[in-house]
C-alpha cells in the first residue's frame, strides 16, 4: 500500500469501515512509513479538537430577540411618488396632434374620408357611417373623453401622492 491509498483510508478505520484485510495494510504502513504515522496523529488530534468544540445552541427566545431588533430600526425612507410626468407628457401629446394638425401633417378629413371609404369598401355606406357619427356625437364625446382625462390627470397629480401607498398597500394585503 502506498503513501496516498494508506491517507486515503485513515478516516474509514477510524469509523471501522475498512475490512480487516484493508486495515491490516493501513496498520503495516503506518507501522514502516514515518510520514503516514505522522499525517494520522494529526488527523486525530483535529478530530479530537473537533469532537471538543462544544455545539452552538441558540437561546430560546433568538428569533423573539432577532424580530425585536428588526422592529426597532429605522423604516428606508421612502421615495415619493412622481406623478408630474405624466401631466407633462399628456399635454405634450396633445401639443404635438395640435402642431401637426395646425402644419397640416394630419389631415382629419382625409382620414375620416379614408375611414369612410374603408368602411364602403366594407360595405357600410358612408352616409350610414356619417349618420352613425352625428347621431353619436362623436364631436362632443371627444371633447367629453379630453375633458375627462385631463381631471382624471388632474386629479391623480393631486391626489395620487397619497393615495397610491394605500392602493398599493391593499394590493398587497390581497395578494397575500
Ligand atoms: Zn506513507
Given at each position: 500500500?502506498?503513501?496516498?491509498?494508506?491517507?486515503?483510508?485513515?478516516?474509514?478505520?477510524?469509523?471501522?469501515?475498512?475490512?480487516?484485510?484493508?486495515?491490516?495494510?493501513?496498520?503495516?504502513?503506518?507501522?514502516s512509513?514515518?510520514?503516514?504515522?505522522?499525517?494520522?496523529?494529526?488527523l486525530?488530534?483535529?478530530?479530537?479538537?473537533?469532537?471538543?468544540?462544544?455545539?452552538?445552541?441558540?437561546s430560546?427566545?433568538f428569533?423573539?430577540?432577532?424580530?425585536?431588533?428588526?422592529?426597532?430600526?429605522?423604516?428606508?425612507?421612502?421615495?415619493?411618488?412622481?406623478?408630474?410626468?405624466?401631466?407633462?407628457?399628456?399635454?405634450?401629446?396633445?401639443?404635438?396632434?395640435?402642431?401637426?394638425?395646425?402644419?397640416?401633417?394630419?389631415r382629419?378629413?382625409?382620414?375620416?374620408?379614408?375611414?369612410?371609404?374603408?368602411?364602403?369598401?366594407?360595405?357600410?355606406?358612408?352616409?350610414?357611417?356619417?349618420?352613425?357619427?352625428?347621431?353619436?356625437?362623436?364631436?362632443?364625446?371627444?371633447?367629453?373623453?379630453?375633458?375627462?382625462?385631463?381631471?382624471?390627470?388632474?386629479?391623480?397629480?393631486?391626489?395620487?401622492?397619497?393615495?397610491?401607498?394605500?392602493?398599493?398597500?391593499?394590493l398587497?394585503g390581497?395578494l397575500?
Open positions: 500500500m502506498n503513501c496516498s491509498a494508506c491517507r486515503s483510508r485513515l478516516g474509514q478505520r477510524r469509523d471501522d469501515e475498512l475490512s480487516a484485510r484493508d486495515s491490516a495494510l493501513v496498520d503495516a504502513h503506518l507501522a512509513c514515518a510520514d503516514c504515522r505522522s499525517f494520522a496523529g494529526r486525530a488530534k483535529i478530530e479530537s479538537t473537533l469532537v471538543r468544540l462544544a455545539p452552538i445552541e441558540p430560546g427566545d428569533t423573539l430577540a432577532v424580530m425585536a431588533k428588526i422592529a426597532a430600526m429605522p423604516a428606508p425612507a421612502r421615495r415619493p411618488a412622481r406623478f408630474w410626468w405624466l401631466l407633462v407628457a399628456d399635454i405634450a401629446l396633445w401639443a404635438a396632434i395640435g402642431a401637426l394638425t395646425a402644419l397640416g401633417a394630419i382629419w378629413k382625409a382620414i375620416a374620408g379614408g375611414v369612410a371609404a374603408f368602411a364602403a369598401n366594407s360595405y357600410v355606406a358612408s352616409g350610414t357611417l356619417y349618420d352613425v357619427a352625428k347621431d353619436l356625437h362623436v364631436t362632443n364625446v371627444l371633447a367629453l373623453g379630453v375633458g375627462v382625462e385631463l381631471a382624471v390627470l388632474a386629479l391623480v397629480a393631486a391626489f395620487g401622492r397619497r393615495l397610491l401607498p394605500r392602493f398599493r398597500a391593499a398587497a390581497v397575500s
